[in-house]
Nanobody, 124 residues
Framework: QVHVVESGGGLVQAGGSLRLSCIVS????????MAWFRQTPGKEREGVSC????????RYASSVKGRTTIARDNRKNTVTLYMSRLQPEDTATYYC?????????????????WGQGTQVTVSS
């Protein structure tokens, strides 16, 4: 059984930064690309970033590009999302997800497994 556990969320002032982490178990981690997406009540899910199995290919949503970095450690089965210059519109529950392929050729939104999420709240 696949388990995905996110952590690192919290309350931060606008302009601040956060590092979100995710640990995955129950599958061969380096067979899968990984992604982060976020969701707020009443809004559609928004993809934030994704990373290929090797970590060599990374993609970012335009809304976070330039202030967000995604990384993975295949030895530890972890994915990290570092976000800076946070704004109130970044407030959401952030989810880490496995994708259905190792590479990103098929896109970054074919989520297969995700956790309970971690809440990020940015105050103005």
């Amino acid at each position: 059984q696949v388990h995905v556990v996110e952590s690192g969320g919290g309350l931060v002032q606008a302009g601040g930064s956060l590092r979100l982490s995710c640990i995955v178990s129950g599958l061969k981690f380096d067979d899968y690309a990984m992604a982060w997406f976020r969701q707020t009540p009443g809004k559609e899910r928004e993809g934030v970033s994704c990373i290929s199995w090797s970590g060599e290919v990374k993609r970012y949503a335009s809304s976070v590009k330039g202030r967000t970095t995604i990384a993975r450690d295949n030895r530890k089965n972890t994915v990290t999302l570092y976000m800076s210059r946070l704004q109130p519109e970044d407030t959401a529950t952030y989810y880490c997800a496995t994708l259905d392929a190792a590479e990103l050729a098929g896109g970054c939104d074919d989520y297969e497994h995700w956790g309970q999420g971690t809440q990020v709240t940015v105050s103005s």
